[in-house]
């Protein structure tokens, strides 16, 4: 039978499971995590000394920011759009309001805390431009 066998890293046990695999500790991996950080500690170097992968330890890395990321509310991926036209029709007026709304009715884009107004007449490339201009804001 064979036996798990253990090392000691940074102070750490790492434990070999019955697969060959190393087994660390959480308490290892945000040390590893620390020291990429902190330290500003190469991934491949802290790799080096664990006995692991670089990819590995990056993984560690991304996981730690994504655990440490605020929570997104549901709806932040969706903006709320409203078209507004800022002429009144004149009465039976219908057909020509249509028309003569295009120059002066405003897109207002809302995402978060932040506001944008853009004629509606922009064509789709300005108004994608827009969007993410108002997303990274």
Do not use: H, Y
């Not at 507004?84 to 995402?111: F, K, L, V």
């Amino acid at each position: 039978m064979r036996r798990a066998m253990s090392r000691t890293v940074w102070g750490f046990q790492v434990m070999r499971s019955k697969r060959g695999r190393n087994v660390r500790p959480p308490e290892l991996k945000r040390e590893a995590v620390r020291r990429m950080l902190e330290e500003n500690r190469p991934p491949a170097d802290l790799a080096r000394e664990l006995g692991a992968n670089g990819c590995l330890v990056r993984e560690w890395l991304k996981e730690d920011r994504l655990r440490r990321a605020p929570a997104r509310s549901p709806a932040a991926g969706f903006a709320e759009v409203v078209v507004q036209d800022d002429r009144a029709p004149a009465p039976g007026a219908a057909g020509e309001a249509e028309n003569a709304c295009a120059p002066a009715c405003t897109i207002c884009i809302s995402i978060g805390d932040a506001r944008m107004e853009l004629p509606s007449d922009r064509d789709e490339e300005t108004l994608s431009k827009a969007f993410r201009a108002l997303r990274a804001a």
